[in-house]
């Protein structure tokens, strides 16, 4: 698994440093509010445990599964809903825990279903952001590392279901993914 990656971007010591701080900042920015804390899956369940832990404030969490990747290296431009959400999110301060953003197209459908339910608010923290591959506008209001153009793995992160278990975040080698 490790020599299908070009190049380790962020390790585990950097990544672990990191979620400490937004914990932190979270924990003061949503206290008082009990936040509904939503996963995106699958990708964010790692940044996800590892984040609750890190805030210290009473929360609640639930799990929303989409994808648009499939097996491949670019979104596919529709977001298919696998799992909804178990409670209504109608009067709640919300807080979409997302692994990376890239295009944009997953967070912007997922913020247009949550403000139709009535969301009270909807924040968003992403531990990777790849400004460069956006194709809609879209600012999260937490973020983590700020990623090059490149199609990444690791830290939950998949290429066609790989690589999620690895601990660091890193560059995919092209010839893994590209047709000869
Ligand atoms: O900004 P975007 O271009 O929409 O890309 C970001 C989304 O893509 C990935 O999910 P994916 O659809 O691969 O499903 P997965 O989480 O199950 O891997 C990732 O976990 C984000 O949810
Ligand atoms: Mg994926």
């Given at each position: 698994?490790?020599?299908?990656?070009?190049?380790?971007?962020?390790?585990?010591?950097?990544?672990?440093?990191?979620?400490?701080?937004?914990?932190?900042?979270?924990?003061?920015?949503?206290?008082?509010?009990?936040?509904l804390v939503i996963c995106v899956l699958k990708g964010a369940f790692?940044?996800m445990s590892?984040?609750v832990?890190?805030?210290?404030?009473?929360?609640e969490i639930d799990f929303m599964a989409v994808?648009?990747?499939?097996?491949?290296?670019?979104?596919?431009?529709?977001?298919?809903i696998i799992k909804d959400l178990d409670v209504?999110?109608?009067?709640?301060?919300?807080?979409i825990v997302e692994?990376?953003?890239?295009?944009?197209?997953?967070?912007?459908?997922l913020?247009?279903?949550?403000?139709?339910?009535?969301?009270?608010?909807?924040?968003?923290?992403?531990?990777?952001?790849?400004?460069?591959?956006?194709?809609?506008?879209?600012?999260?209001?937490?973020?983590?590392?700020?990623?090059?153009?490149?199609?990444?793995?690791?830290?939950?992160?998949?290429?066609?279901?790989?690589?999620?278990?690895?601990?660091?975040?890193?560059?995919?080698?092209?010839?893994?993914?590209?047709?000869?």
């Open positions: 698994m490790q020599n299908d990656i070009q190049s380790i971007l962020f390790t585990e010591e950097e990544i672990q440093h990191k979620v400490n701080e937004l914990g932190e900042q979270l924990s003061r920015d949503f206290d008082n509010r009990n936040p790692v940044f590892d984040l832990k890190r805030m210290t404030i009473p929360l994808s648009s990747y499939g097996q491949a290296t670019r979104s596919s431009g529709v977001v298919k209504p999110v109608e009067g709640r301060d919300v807080l692994d990376i953003i890239d295009s944009g197209l997953t967070l912007s459908y913020i247009d279903v949550l403000e139709r339910r009535n969301a009270l608010s909807v924040s968003i923290v992403t531990l990777f952001d790849k400004p460069a591959g956006r194709s809609v506008e879209l600012e999260p209001d937490y973020k983590g590392f700020t990623l090059p153009h490149e199609f990444v793995v690791g830290y939950g992160l998949d290429y066609a279901e790989k690589y999620r278990n690895l601990p660091y975040i890193g560059i995919l080698k092209r010839e893994v993914y590209a047709k000869p």
